[in-house]
């Protein structure tokens, strides 16, 4: 089947923010957008005329196509994370129910730590950013639901992203896995499995294998390599498991891929 469609499109900062013109007048936008207020406050007015308060820490949820304004207080500044997300992968990979309806909304303790992380990613694309990417803004939108819901969004789990950075380092390794980290930290291989996707919602054999391939359309369309040693690089070092699981997930092989350009 194909792979699925990249949720993150665009992310930005906006650092010390004052009113700008579309905030006094308003605007519509092209894509869904979450937005995390991390200092000031302000309003929020969508296409109802209803004026909200938005709180340091409110997410605000902004809708394709739906006219809306908001603005840090009069006199005021703000900073706030946003990210641009395909409202119709989340919804069919995710779930319609983590798009909250527009404007603000409580927004779980972790999400200005996940928008840094996300951030970070967006400016310097390391190997497998994409699908860090996805998984960041899965935990924000999980977050938010959470708490609009009343409920305690578990902890951010940082043996979890060391163990991700680790496999990331070395994913030409075909012996680095997940179980292996589990053993040099001291950790039971089950018991990591399941905090690896109470953490980022995915079971993480499903995680390495998207990783390891967009890692391989990245070399694909940027280098010359053989299509062997381009799933050696991505430690996969079984050619014909390599272009198996690729066709699988992408809809044709590595050769056609790298041919049409992607």
């Known amino acids: 089947m194909p ?3 990249a949720l993150v499109l665009l992310v930005g900062l906006a650092v010390d923010r004052a ?48 006219w809306h304004r ?3 207080a009069p006199g005021t500044r703000w900073t706030e994370y946003w990210v641009a997300y395909d409202r119709r992968a989340v919804e069919e990979r995710l779930g319609a129910e ?7 909304h409580p ?26 990417a996805d998984l960041a803004l899965h935990a924000l939108l999980v977050g938010a639901w959470r708490s609009t819901r009343g409920d305690r969004s578990p902890a951010r789990d940082d043996l979890v992203g060391r163990a991700c950075g680790w496999l990331e380092e070395g994913l030409d390794e075909p012996g680095r896995s997940l179980d292996l980290f589990a053993h040099r930290a001291g950790i039971s291989p089950e018991r990591l499995r399941k905090r690896f996707r109470a953490a980022l919602g995915v079971p993480p054999g499903e995680w390495l294998l998207q990783l390891r391939l967009r890692n391989a359309q990245n070399l694909l369309l940027s280098t010359g390599l053989a299509v062997g040693t381009v799933a050696e690089r991505v430690g996969m070092p079984d ?24």
């Open 98 to 104: 983590l798009i909250l309806p527009p404007g603000p």
């Open 70 to 72: 908001f603005a840090p």
């Open 19 to 66: 009113t700008t013109p579309f905030a006094r007048h308003g605007r519509t936008i092209d894509h869904h957008t979450f937005n995390l207020v991390c200092d000031g406050h302000g309003l929020f007015a969508g296409d109802d005329g209803i004026e909200q308060p938005v709180h340091q820490d409110d997410a605000i949820y902004l809708h394709a196509g739906r």
């Open 3 to 5: 792979a699925p469609t």
């Open 239 to 262: 050619p014909f498991h390599f272009s198996r699981m690729f066709r699988r997930h992408l809809g044709c092989s590595p050769r056609t891929y790298r041919q049409r350009g992607g």
């Open 107 to 132: 927004a779980d303790p972790d999400s200005r730590r996940w928008f840094e992380d996300l951030h970070g990613l967006w400016l310097t694309r390391p190997p497998g950013w994409q699908v860090r």
